[in-house]
């Protein structure tokens, strides 16, 4: 009986052992390694192969990749960091669960004693069969085209990507972490020729394939690996890469030596790549997470989460049980940012100011409440598409479209009669600083229009979704810390730019478009509801009544 009783203690006692010998470890080799490599240059050391003798150059500059093939190791040095949990949390949580993002935090700590960070097999292992145990390759699918592709995009190293990447004639990427996670973003935002990667075992049961979250193919031995590589190199050479590129803390840098004419190590974090030099911009993209989820992240995203689910009730039934005189205040007491501008002075007693469409830009499903908000009056709205839960707890009336023309046109034209109106033309939310085409349909209905620029940020989650449950967007959005929220009035559309004055629809609404993307400062584009939807979730994004 005694045994069982001191067990634990044991356990515990040799974990924090284990625990402060690591971090001593740790130390030391930092302080070592920052010795050996304070007199290197900020940006790369080379390696060059001369007759199987490699000599190393303490000032190498870069090389002229124009025409050459290139071999880039993704994690270390295409990217700006290391590390692979995060992008394992990234298809755990968003092609997962909730529940199996805990199981891979609770993971962590054997992972990092495994070498998460020097990309150890055995890390790699662990990693692989936390997150892809039973997940469906189509679920894999949808996060390695409409998630991942932002976190890997935002980690890009600017001088790796900018000065040997993007010049190379052949450009070969390998990755330390399984081959589906990266290779649609690498192929069709940074064109790699070919991938290199661990490969999943699948598994069939009835008529659907599961990954069983363990590694096969050229993950099983050094072999296979180099096998690959040759395969993707599509040569048969000794000497078949004109450059590599490789991290300093990664195991695989010994498979490009002995097929690179040069290698250049990285070794230190350069400046991520501005937006505005991405190889294609970055328009849509889903999932729920609003940050790279990092360990010390993800730990902070979980004990806060049971605080931001009651934050968001309360600041749900504040929208829907207080006057607006007082919601306002409530909300900016419970942590919700919002300013508004712009806003015109009422009409004057006796005078009827009623069918103004109010054209607003959509970026969360509660962009209609927040304009209600500033306006400090109920003004109906017209979705295209809203879940029965967000209908029913409405504190506005919300009017669905058929996506019928004329019976749409008709349902507009009755509710102008009405009153006002608000009407978001996108049919659809964005995330990025982007305006996707307008409807013209709002223009040919009225004269009478005034633009409202609305803009949300968000820390935490987004409150917006292609492929997950949309009844969850308006719970998401304010269940961040501090849900922030723009709106600004700018004013009624002149009448030389509305039918009235002799413009046509389009002519409008594109003009409303432009107008909207100057105080925003947001671009604005000819892509639609149904690009949106046929990239992130693979259909038309219209949600069955």
Not at 199 to 214: A, D, I, M, N
Request: aromatic residues 10%.
């Amino acid at each position: 009986m005694v045994f069982p009783a001191i067990l634990p203690k044991v356990a515990v006692r040799l974990l924090f052992t284990f625990y402060r010998a690591a971090r001593k470890l740790r130390r030391h080799a930092f302080q070592l390694y920052n010795r050996r490599t304070a007199a290197k240059p900020p940006s790369f050391s080379v390696s060059q192969q001369q007759a199987g003798a490699a000599t190393f150059k303490t000032d190498a500059a870069i090389p002229d990749a124009a025409g050459r093939t290139v071999v880039c190791d993704v994690h270390g040095a295409l990217l700006r960091s290391s590390a692979l949990f995060p992008y394992f949390m990234v298809v755990a949580y968003e092609g997962g669960s909730l529940l199996r993002a805990m199981l891979l935090l609770c993971a962590f700590p054997l992972v990092w004693a495994l070498g998460e960070r020097s990309g150890g097999a055995g890390a790699v292992r662990v990693m692989a069969f936390v997150t892809f145990a039973g997940l469906r390759p189509r679920d894999m699918d949808l996060v390695g085209r409409a998630v991942l592709p932002k976190h890997y995009m935002e980690q890009l190293n600017a001088l790796v990507y900018g000065s040997l990447w993007l010049p190379a004639r052949r450009k070969v990427a390998v990755t330390g972490a399984p081959r589906v996670m990266s290779e649609w973003f690498l192929k069709e935002y940074l064109a790699a020729d070919a991938v290199v990667g661990l490969e999943l075992q699948l598994v069939t049961v009835g008529r659907c394939r599961y990954f069983t979250g363990l590694l096969s193919g050229p993950a099983t031995g050094p072999e296979l690996r180099h096998k690959a590589l040759m395969e993707a190199l599509g040569a048969e050479d000794d000497t078949v890469a004109d450059v590599g590129i490789i991290s300093n803390s990664n195991p695989l840098d010994h498979l490009f030596v002995p097929y690179c004419k040069e290698v250049y190590v990285v070794n230190t974090e350069n400046d991520k790549l501005p937006r505005v030099k991405y190889p294609k911009p970055l328009i849509f993209h889903d999932g729920r997470l609003a940050f790279l989820p990092t360990p010390a992240a993800m730990l902070a995203f979980f004990l806060f989460l049971p605080l931001g689910v009651i934050l968001s009730v309360i600041r749900i039934n504040i929208g829907i049980v207080l006057p607006y005189k007082v919601n306002f205040v409530a909300a900016a007491i419970f942590g919700v940012r919002f300013r508004a501008s712009g806003l015109r002075a009422p009409p004057a007693d006796g005078e009827q100011r009623r069918g103004v469409l109010y054209v607003c830009t959509h970026r969360t499903l509660v962009d209609p409440i927040m304009l209600t908000t500033a306006l400090q009056k109920p003004v109906p709205a017209l979705t295209y598409s809203l879940s029965r839960l967000s209908e029913l707890i409405a504190p506005i009336k919300t009017v669905r479209l058929t996506r019928d023309r004329a019976r749409d046109a008709d349902t507009m034209s009755r509710l102008l009669k009405q009153g006002d109106l608000a009407v978001c033309p996108e049919g659809t939310t964005c995330r990025e600083p982007y305006l996707l085409r307008f409807s013209p349909l709002f223009a040919e209905l009225a004269d009478d229009m005034e633009p409202v620029a609305l803009d949300a940020q968000v820390t935490m989650l987004y409150g917006t979704t292609a492929s997950g449950h949309k009844w969850l967007d308006p719970v998401a959005f304010f269940a961040n810390p501090v849900p922030s929220y723009r709106v600004e009035f700018l004013g009624t559309v002149p009448r030389e730019w509305t039918r009235a004055g002799g413009r046509t629809g389009v002519e409008v609404a594109n003009w409303v478009q432009r107008r909207l993307g100057e105080a925003l400062e947001f671009e604005c584009t000819e892509l639609t509801r149904r690009d949106k939807y046929m990239m992130l979730a693979g259909n038309d994004g219209v949600v069955a009544k």
